[in-house]
Every structure is written in C-alpha cells, then in structure tokens.
Nanobody, 113 residues
C-alpha cells in the first residue's frame, strides 16, 4: 500500500485548498477511503470517509458543510476540497484506507492570518 498526499500549504482564514492522495499497491476502486488529520499536541482526528464507488460520503461535525471528499477511481486518486478554512483546521492531513493507519507522509495545512 502506497499513499502520497499533496496540496497542503499556508492559507488565510476563509481560504480554500484542495488536497490530493495518489494511491497504489492495492485495488483503489474497491476500498472505502478516509481523510484524517493530526494537529500539534492532539490526537489523530477522523475528517471524512467516502464509499469505494464514490456514491456516498460522511463527515466529522467540525468540517461538514465546508469540506468535500471525492475520488477518481480511474486515476487512483482521492481528494479533499476544503473551503472556508479556519485556524483550527491547521494540521497534517493524511489519507488512509478505512480502518487502516495512515501510511503516507501527510501534507501540512496551516491556516493563519
């Protein structure tokens, strides 16, 4: 299993970012996928999950209505569109197969004015 996150950066409050996760080493189209995040000094926090075929998704209360998880199974890629970012969204973001630990390096998202 190989997962490579990208797309993080520094953004002001209210801004947007789109994260990507390129998957390889498994049959991506058959697996539920998740995004999780970890802020400094805090426990890892689940953010969102999407069905293997992309037909449904669900979100943590903290991000519902602001974040959108999606996937392109033809490209083996998972996405997280993040809008109206808040300072408390600052964290390292990881993608993972549902039920598995993150296996990539993550991508840093910093929301600051």
């Amino acid at each position: 299993v190989r997962l490579e996150e990208s797309g993080g950066g520094l953004v002001e409050p209210g801004g947007s970012l789109r994260l990507s996760c390129l998957a390889s080493g498994f049959t991506f189209s058959t697996v539920f996928m998740t995004w999780v995040r970890q802020a400094p000094g805090k426990e890892q926090e689940w953010v969102a999950t999407i069905y293997s075929d992309g037909s449904a998704s669900y979100y943590a209360d903290a991000v519902r209505g602001r974040f959108t998880i999606s996937r392109d199974n033809a490209k083996n890629t998972l996405y997280l569109q993040m809008n109206n970012l808040k300072i408390e969204d600052t964290a390292v973001y990881y993608c993972a197969q549902r039920g598995d630990r993150p296996r990539g390096q993550g991508t840093q998202v910093t929301v600051s004015s």
